[in-house]
């Protein structure tokens, strides 16, 4: 029973914790790491984005206007990023080295220049 | 040098029949297959409504020029195809009517009639085409000319880049009319393969049309959006990008970051131009000729 409180009391903290810092990457279920990331017209937020090769990571992106995507070609992944919902993209890189992404929904007239990168370091 | 008749048919009448040359060193054909003989001109990638001097200091004259390019031609093109981006993209829907109408009056100015166009994501990827079809009319459709099944294909309008399955429906439609060895020419905007993904140069489901048009045993595709010349077979299928009339892009990959390539005052429009395409009823390919803004051969 004590037991049962304590995990529950360490449970309520790491919730705290992900709230309190929700702009940085964190650790999801199962050690998977979370960053979450915006896009409006015509950038992301961050549009840098350093990862550790062969560690789990979940993209969590939020439209802030329209419907954008998110396309890494290099890294063999994509998503639709819709207005109001959650859109997220789990994923274990497998290479490393720089990777662009770019917004593969046509968005307006700076959509071209909506892009970023990923970088996987060992 | 101007494009004059030699560019694309060089005919000797012998009597009933004619030498066509280019053809196998030159082949005895009937008259009728001469007669089947022609070229057209693609445009691409105007961006009327575009404005940057650092990129295009005549962004009001290119257009213009080329129309006077052609119209200066000995011999008019039996139809001229603008494959997309006509005009620049703006977020305003008033301002992209006023785009696109000016852009109708200045083509307008062709002396030759026989125009078809189709929608880039610039023109429709905004309101799914919608002001596009108020000037222009449907964004997908089939014409036959002289022996050759054209298939204009909207890759655009759906600003996911993808044709979609009502118009891969409509395709596979069509093609099953045809025998696999219609000559069978297709124009899209978009590539239709992955021709540089990490620049966004592709159609998502571009995969579905090929393996469609995969079946047939002469094809060719013509399409815009990359601003440039490339050329690439695969299988049965040719795929031939042309340059665009606003600005030019430099070769994929090539630079860390996909951007216009600045206007050159030494060399101005520099990248940019229009071609002229020969079908012969007897050649499988389409021999290609490119031309400058003014209309030089290049």
Known sequence: MKSMKYNRF???????????????????????KVIKITAKKFEYSPDKIELK?????????????????????????RIDIRPGQENKLKFVPNKVGTFPFHCDNFCGAGHERMTGTITVTE | MKIDRRDFLTLAGLGGVVV??????????????????????????????FADPAINQDSMGTLRKAVE???????????????????????DDNERRKRLSEFRNIVS????????????????????????????GETYYTFDHKGVHFIVLDNVSDPTSNIGEVQLKWL???????????RIVVFTHRPLYE??????????????????????????????????????NAGHISYHAAKGLMYAFPPPGSVPKKTQIPWDAKQPYKGLGFRSVNAKSRQADYPISEYSVQGEKL
């Open chain 1, 10 to 32: 360490v449970y309520l903290a790491l919730a705290a914790l992900i709230l309190y810092f929700p702009g940085s990457p964190s650790m999801g279920a199962e050690n998977t």
């Open chain 1, 53 to 77: 090769k062969g560690e789990e990571v979940q993209l969590e992106f939020t439209s802030l206007d329209r419907l954008h995507g998110f396309s890494c070609p290099g890294l063999g992944i």
């Open chain 2, 20 to 49: 066509v040359s280019g053809f196998g060193g030159g082949s005895t054909v009937s008259a009728s297959a001469a007669e089947n003989d022609f070229f057209f001109v693609q445009f691409s990638d105007t961006h009327w409504g």
């Open chain 2, 69 to 91: 390019a052609v119209n200066s031609l000995k011999v008019q093109p039996d139809f001229i195809v603008f494959t997309g981006d006509l005009s620049h993209v703006t977020d």
């Open chain 2, 109 to 136: 100015q062709l002396k030759l009639k026989n125009l078809r166009f189709l929608p880039g994501e610039h023109d429709a990827g905004l309101d799914e085409g919608k002001a596009y079809k108020e000037y222009f």
């Open chain 2, 172 to 182: 596979s439609a069509d093609l099953k009319k045809r025998n696999r060895n219609s």
């Open chain 2, 195 to 232: 021709l540089y993904p990490d620049w966004d140069w592709y159609t998502r489901d571009g995969s579905k049309a090929i393996d469609l048009l995969s079946n047939y045993s002469k094809v060719a595709v013509f399409h815009g959006h990359v601003h440039q010349e490339l050329h690439r």
